[in-house]
C-alpha cells in the first residue's frame, strides 16, 4: 500500500527562501504521491506566500497567531543572543523578559519572543497538530519533515505506516559524541540526563513518521515538554525529541537504525550505493522513500536537482 488521498506530508519555515522548497516538493509530486503537501510559514511576504502556495496544497501563514511584544526588547535580546561577550545570559535574560507579564499571559508571550527570535522549530509541533487535529478522520498517515534539505526518491508511504516511526543517524553520531546535540541535552535536562542516555545514537526530529494517531500523540508530548522549559529553544527541539524517546515516553515508537529504512539520514554517510536507475540504496540493500540531508554531499545534490528538469 502506497499513499492515499488522506495522507499528509507536512513541513515548516521560518524566511527560508521560497527556491529552497523546490527540490522537495517537485521530488514528492514526482513519485506519484497521491495526498497532500501542507506547509507551516513564518515572517514571510505576501508575495513569498504566493510562491510556496504554488509548491503545496494549502500553506498556514502563522504570523498574526503570536501577540505582539515589545521591539525593544526583541531587539536588546537579539543583540544579547548574537554577541559573543554575553551570550551566555541571554537564556536566562530571554526568561525574564517572558515572565514579565501577569501569570494567565506568560506562555503566550513565551511563544511570542519564542517565534520573534527563534523561529518556528520549536513551535512547528503546535501548528502540525492543529492541522492533523481539525482534519479529523480525513488524514489516515503523517509524514513530519523538514524542506530545505529532504528529497524524495519514492513515495513515502510506501510501505504503510502501523504506528509512530523514528529515525537515527549514522551509528556514529552519538548524543554525547555530536556537539550542538549535546549541548541541547545538557541545557534543556543537566549533565545526569547527558551521562544516562548520552551514548545512544541521535534520533533526528527532522523527519517522523506515522499513523494519525501515533503522530497526534508524538506531537501532544513533543508540544507539552517544550512548553513546560519555556526558555529560547529553537533547534534545541531535538533535544526533547531524543529524552523523550530514550525515556520511554514516545508510546510504542519504532526506532529504524539509519540505512535500513524509509529515511535514509546522509549526514554523516561517507559512502553510498546506487541500483541501476541510480537511485540511493541502503546498506540493507533496499531503495529509501526519503534521502535527508543529501545536501550534504554538493556534487550528488547538484546531480539529484538537476535530475527533476526544469521547473515550470
Known amino acids: ?31 506519484g504521491y497521491q495526498g497532500r503537501l501542507g506547509l507551516v510559514l513564518g515572517h514571510y511576504t505576501d508575495d513569498d506566500t504566493r510562491a510556496l502556495e504554488d509548491l503545496a496544497d494549502f500553506a498556514v501563514r502563522v504570523d498574526a497567531q503570536y501577540q505582539a511584544v515589545s521591539r525593544a526588547a526583541v531587539k536588546a535580546l537579539r543583540s544579547m543572543r548574537d554577541t559573543r561577550r554575553v551570550r551566555r545570559a541571554y537564556p536566562r535574560a530571554f526568561s525574564l523578559v517572558a515572565a514579565a507579564s501577569p501569570r494567565r499571559e506568560r506562555l503566550a508571550r513565551w511563544r511570542a519572543l519564542e517565534y520573534r527570535l527563534e523561529g518556528l522549530q520549536a513551535l512547528r509541533y503546535e501548528h502540525y497538530r492543529e492541522i492533523v487535529t481539525s482534519a479529523g478522520p ?33 551509528p ?18 543537566g549533565r545526569g540526563e547527558l551521562r544516562a542516555i548520552g551514548d545512544q545514537v541521535v534520533s533526528c526530529s527532522g523527519t517522523v513518521a506515522g499513523s494519525r494517531d501515533a503522530i497526534l500523540g508524538y506531537l501532544d508530548a513533543m508540544a507539552e515538554e517544550i ?35 524509509r529515511v535514509l539520514t546522509m549526514g554523516r554517510v561517507a559512502a553510498f550505493d546506487r541500483d ?14 526519503v534521502l535527508h540531508q ?16 526544469p521547473s515550470d
Not at 489516515?140 to 534539505?149: C, G, I, P, Y
Not at 512548553?227 to 520511554?248: A, F, K, M, T
Request: with cysteine.
Open 227 to 261: 512548553e513546560r522549559h519555556r526558555r529560547p529553544l529553537g533547534s534545541h527541539d531535538q533535544g526533547v525529541h531524543n529524552h523523550l524517546l530514550r525515556r520511554g515516553l514516545l508510546r510504542s515508537a519504532n526506532i529504524v537504525a539509519n540505512g535500513h529504512g
Open 276 to 289: 541501476d536507475e541510480g537511485r540511493v540504496v541502503n546498506a540493507d540493500g533496499t531503495v529509501p522513500a
Open 138 to 170: 480525513n488524514v489516515d498517515q503523517v509524514f513530519l519533515t523538514d524542506v530545505r534539505d529532504v528529497f524524495f526518491q519514492r513515495d513515502p508511504f510506501d510501505p504503510a505506516i502501523d504506528g509512530l516511526e523514528v529515525y537515527l543517524e549514522d
Open 1 to 31: 500500500m502506497t499513499s492515499t488521498p488522506s495522507s499528509l506530508v507536512l513541513g515548516c519555515a521560518t524566511s527560508l527562501p521560497s527556491t529552497y522548497f523546490e527540490p522537495f516538493a517537485r521530488s514528492l509530486r514526482a513519485t
Open 172 to 189: 556514529s553520531v552519538t548524543l554525547v559524541g555530536e556537539p550542538r546535540n549535546r549541548k541541547w541535552i545538557r541545557d534543556l535536562y
Open 294 to 309: 543529501y545536501d550534504r554531499h554538493t556534487s550528488f545534490a547538484t546531480e539529484l536537482i538537476a535530475s527533476l528538469g
